[in-house]
């Protein structure tokens, strides 16, 4: 059986376990979600599965069947799981997506670096709690153990810690490779950018980490995803809230990883989980319960200020005071309405030291739910990760964040109606009939001389017709148009492509000439 044949199989069983939940009486929404999206998977991969689709016959092979030669074999020709390839349409989208947040960082003052895109094994091991075991790693590179970076924190604080940066405000835009089960449809790939946005200093409390949220919020906005929230919490309030619960301190990190599958995964599951495979008591899983369901502003920091278990614990009321300091600041920088303090909210990933958070889109409704993509930002303040990497362990207080532009991609690619522009182009340099190549590239290395983004067709006498069509498909605004009898009379007609409308201009004008119709456009 072909690897087509499996896909088409597996497919068909995946879709009678979902027709079997949706036609079941009692609906559970998020199981019916999770085949749903395994099935989606699943034809994606049937999708890029392309064996021999064109129909054209295999090559035949050489005398004494050697098989052996590259171009000799029906290859199965397909993308590794969990990545994809992008055309110039989605690059498009994708750039643009880019540019706006990078306005954003730049806008804020952050500058911008680079690091390998593979790192030691050493430095990301035992950074990322129980997703270290979605680390690719490498084979040995002569002598040393290597794996492709997780995320671009650790990577930066490395950096910090290696170098001797003692404050820095940056932004890095990269790659990340994560052994995870991709979800297409849901923007989750094993290779994929993450947008990270870090200010590293000692600075006075919340300040840094306030404008983290307001970046958050401004790029959301900007790019037009929708209506989203940006759930907040603290380390030590939850380290204190375990702690109050009676969660033994070896335990707090495993409970935690529980606890932040609560976007995804209803209480009763996690419960089971906490009780059955993480070995905490059912009293000390309902008393976490109680937390973890509240969510609010101001007004639950005042609240839990007040509960008598967590004002026996320092740490829950220290958390407390800083979530009190971030609304505040929250509220000057006019996003207090785009945030939630949430007890649930718990980011599993071992560095987290104080204020984490995390966007998530809201609304959407059954015409959206093939394009869910749950959390489209997160991060949080990481003051100890630095000093694993100085060698005087010398300790940079740090906090980040970074934007899921995958996900973010996704939602907009599925949203795109009509063909998107690929190119840049701003004008068009067209020959009205045979014999004038040669003036083409004259006038097209004046508008390059000009700085002016231009093009011209690569046939020596190109049909009219065929160059005013090229410029309509590739929405090219502008076109030159030379002809003879105006180049006679010294002038050049320019054409606004979409209107059709043409207007000669004189040769010692037209480029100051184009360059004022295209500010105006």
Not at 190 to 213: H, K, N, S, W
Not at 349 to 358: A, F, K, M, P, S
Not at 501 to 508: D, G
Request: with cysteine; glycine share 8%.
């Amino acid at each position: 059986m072909t690897e087509k044949d499996q896909l088409e199989a597996a497919i068909t069983a995946q879709g009678d376990v979902v027709r079997k939940l949706k036609s079941a009486a009692t609906k559970d929404k998020a199981k019916i979600n999770e085949e749903v999206q395994k099935l989606l998977a699943l034809k994606e991969q049937l999708k890029q599965c392309t064996v021999d689709d064109a129909g054209e016959p295999a090559a035949p092979k050489p005398a004494g069947g050697n098989d052996s030669t590259p171009g000799n074999r029906n290859l199965s020709l397909k993308t590794p799981k969990g990545t994809r390839d992008y055309g110039p349409e989605a690059m498009a989208l994708r750039q643009r997506v880019l540019d706006q947040v990078v306005s954003v960082f730049r806008k804020h003052g952050a500058e911008t670096i680079d690091t390998p895109v593979f790192e030691l094994k050493e430095v990301l091991t035992g950074k990322y709690g129980e997703d270290s075991k979605l680390i690719y790693d490498l084979k040995d590179q002569g002598g040393e153990i290597l794996a492709l970076r997780y995320d671009l924190t650790v990577p930066f604080a490395r950096y910090v810690g290696m170098g001797n940066v003692f404050n820095i405000k940056r932004y890095h835009i990269a790659k990340v490779y994560r052994r995870d089960n991709p979800q297409i449809t849901r923007g989750r790939y094993r290779e994929f950018y993450q947008c990270d946005f870090d200010i590293a200093g000692t600075y006075d409390p919340m300040l840094p980490d306030a404008e983290c949220v307001k970046v958050v919020c401004e790029i959301l906005s900007e790019v037009g995803v929708g209506e989203f929230v940006v759930k907040l919490n603290h380390r030590k309030l939850l380290d204190g809230m375990f702690e109050a619960c009676g969660v033994p301190a070896d335990k707090f990190r495993t409970a935690c990883s529980s606890v932040d599958k609560l976007d995804k995964t209803p209480w009763d599951e996690v419960k089971r989980e906490m009780i059955e495979e993480k070995g905490l008591t059912e009293e000390t899983v309902d008393r976490i319960g109680e937390y973890v369901t509240l969510h609010g502003g101001p007004e639950l920091v005042d609240r839990l200020a007040e509960d008598e278990k967590l004002k026996k614990i320092p740490t829950a009321m220290e958390g407390l005071e800083d979530m009190r300091l971030l609304l505040q600041y929250c509220e000057i920088f006019q996003v207090a309405n785009r945030v939630s303090f949430d007890l649930s909210l718990a980011r599993g990933l071992d560095y987290y030291t104080g204020v984490i958070y995390e966007a998530v889109l809201l609304g959407g409704g059954a015409d959206d739910e093939e394009i869910t993509v749950g959390s489209v930002a997160g991060g949080g303040r990481y003051d100890n990760l630095v000093g694993m990497f100085n060698p005087k362990r010398k300790q940079v207080p740090c906090v980040g964040v970074s934007i899921g532009v995958e996900r973010l991609f996704s939602i907009i690619e599925s949203r795109v109606a009509g063909k998107t522009r690929t190119n840049e182009t701003q004008v068009y340099v067209i020959s009205a009939h045979k014999g004038l190549h040669l003036k083409r590239l004259e006038f097209l290395n004046k508008l390059w001389a000009a700085g002016v983004k231009a093009e011209h067709s690569y046939k020596l006498n190109p049909k009219l017709l065929a160059q005013l069509q090229h410029c309509e498909e590739y929405q090219i605004p502008y076109a030159i148009v030379l002809g003879d009898g105006e180049l006679s009379r010294g002038v050049v007609k320019l054409r606004e492509i979409a209107t059709r409308k043409e207007e000669e201009i004189p040769l010692e004008r037209f480029i100051e000439e184009l360059r004022v119709r295209l500010s105006s456009s």
